[in-house]
């Protein structure tokens, strides 16, 4: 990044002011964790960052304090910020240490694992993405990140895909199912039906044995469903770099598809931060309490359709060991954690457990948006790239559990857990493969014909 890229005139100083002062007047848990933290070291014990790298910075807390200490700089807003910029009273936070800010905000992954450990509760997820938010403001969040924010309001998803593009991609996976089950199954596209499916659109593009999976689940359990051409991305970046109003903006693409079509449910796909954003941040928060459709996961619907023996599956044609990682913000923070082992178990032989799992697990490293990025932005004291820090610090955790459980198959439900777990495998040389939980169902379904 450039010297320019640091330069803060007043209009950015403005937006900094509102920022910080969202501290201040915005919810009363943040400003619980800006006085309650009581330092003693329980989140740095249970941090995958602190584990790959045991050094003062990585220490949750720590990191937390950067925000209280900007916090407690000065009662007065204007001048906590003017201090911080410089003023009269020193330079709290001068451009080093905002570079500083940027590396470790974007090491800490959001994960929250920390929350589930400390013993007031404190969750430093939510002020790290406080602390990103303060650095967005500021254009200095990941150019990654901005850019995939940029593209996705142009384009309303985060692939930069056009409507023709979108269509070419459901013909050609439709060809491909057809040539692997002998049968029609269709993804439609703008229908008016029962239910309306939202993946990320990276399970379109990237890795489209997931939604392929999926379209063969709702062909097989008989559920009338559709994708809409203007809303068939779930992803929301806003979540990961603390802009509210992207976050919003996303959203509303989802909301709007759903009235459009008439649909009586919204089924998020196997995006654990894209559910918990339509189901708890968004949704009836955003847009009304009585919104007319309800909103789900397909882990919730297939298990439902599995238990009432809507679906018929040879866990034979899937042999091989398999483990399932579990999302942070599927099961942290969204509580999806038996539903996907249900259809996990239905459709493998070898089922084999990572430890801990379900709330504990440990985070796959890539979380938080830090999956999209492999090349050196955290700028301050140039040691290692992104991809380095996410395959040697972050993700040691995630790998020393994996090779504990001697599967062959990850199955991991996220496009970032995904990418980040796949790099993994790659860069330690090892012959495991990672896909989704319905690439293993698309496998294992028997279908009529």
């Given at each position: 990044m450039s010297e320019e890229k640091y330069q803060i005139n007043q209009a950015e100083l403005d937006r900094a002011v509102k920022a910080v002062k969202?501290?201040?007047?915005?919810?009363?848990?943040?400003?619980?964790?800006?006085?309650?933290?009581?330092?003693?070291?329980?989140?740095?014990?249970?941090?995958?960052?602190?584990?790959?790298?045991?050094?003062?910075r990585t220490n949750p807390a720590f990191r937390s304090d950067r925000v209280r200490k900007l916090y407690n700089a000065d009662r007065s807003i204007f001048g906590k910020v003017f201090s911080v910029l410089g003023g009269n009273n020193g330079p709290v936070l001068d451009k080093d240490t905002l570079e500083e800010w940027v590396r470790d905000f974007y090491e800490c992954s959001g994960c929250r694992r920390c929350a589930k450990f400390c013993p007031f509760g404190i969750d430093n997820s939510v002020i790290t993405r406080k602390g990103r938010a303060i650095l967005h403001v500021l254009g200095m969040s990941p150019s990654k990140m901005a850019?995939?924010?940029?593209?996705?309001?142009?384009?309303?998803?985060?692939?930069?895909?056009?409507?023709?593009?979108?269509l070419e991609a459901v013909r050609f996976l439709e060809e491909e199912l057809l040539e692997e089950h002998g049968i029609p199954i269709k993804?439609?596209?703008?229908?008016?039906?029962?239910?309306?499916?939202?993946p990320a659109s990276a399970d379109l593009i990237s890795f489209p044995e997931t939604q392929m999976g999926c379209a063969t689940f709702f062909h097989a359990a008989g559920i009338q469903w559709?994708?809409?051409?203007?809303?068939?991305?779930?992803?929301?970046?806003?979540?990961?770099?603390g802009d509210d109003e992207h976050m919003k903006r996303k959203n509303k693409l989802l909301h709007v598809a759903c009235i459009k079509l008439k649909v009586?449910?919204?089924i998020i796909g196997e995006c654990g931060h894209a559910y918990r954003i339509a189901k708890y941040i968004g949704g009836a928060n955003y847009w009304g309490k009585d919104i007319p459709y309800e909103i789900t996961n397909i882990f919730t619907v297939a298990a439902?359709?599995?238990?009432?023996?809507?679906?018929?599956?040879?866990?034979?044609?899937?042999p091989m060991?398999?483990?399932?990682?579990?999302?942070?913000?599927?099961?942290?923070?969204?509580?999806?954690?038996?539903?996907?082992?249900?259809?996990?178990?239905?459709?493998?032989q070898d089922y084999r457990e990572m430890t801990p799992n379900r709330d504990l697990n440990w985070c796959c490293g890539g979380g938080g948006g830090l999956a999209v990025l492999d090349g050196f932005e955290r700028v301050k004291k140039n040691e290692v790239t992104f991809l380095e820090y996410r395959m040697n610090v972050a993700g040691k955790k995630k790998l020393e559990q994996i090779l504990a459980t001697e599967a062959e198959y990850i199955a991991a439900p996220c496009a970032n857990c995904k990418r980040?777990?796949?790099?993994?495998?790659?860069?330690?040389?090892?012959?495991?493969?990672?896909?989704?939980?319905?690439?293993?169902?698309?496998?294992?379904?028997?279908?009529?014909?």
């Open positions: 969202a501290i201040k007047d915005g919810p009363r848990v943040l400003q619980l964790y800006m006085d309650i933290c009581a330092k003693c070291g329980t989140c740095a014990e249970q941090c995958h960052v602190s584990h790959g790298n045991p050094i003062r850019e995939t924010q940029e593209i996705s309001d142009k384009f309303g998803n985060d692939e930069g895909q056009s409507y023709k593009a979108f993804i439609p596209v703008d229908q008016q039906a029962d239910v309306l499916f939202v559709t994708m809409s051409s203007e809303a068939f991305d779930g992803a929301n970046f806003g979540l990961f770099t009586k449910k919204l439902e359709a599995l238990r009432r023996g809507a679906l018929k599956l040879d866990s034979s044609r899937n060991p398999v483990s399932y990682h579990d999302p942070c913000n599927f099961a942290r923070s969204a509580g999806i954690t038996e539903e996907p082992r249900e259809i996990l178990r239905a459709c493998v980040q777990l796949m790099q993994l495998m790659e860069y330690h040389k090892l012959d495991v493969q990672v896909g989704g939980v319905f690439d293993l169902f698309d496998k294992a379904v028997i279908l009529q014909k």
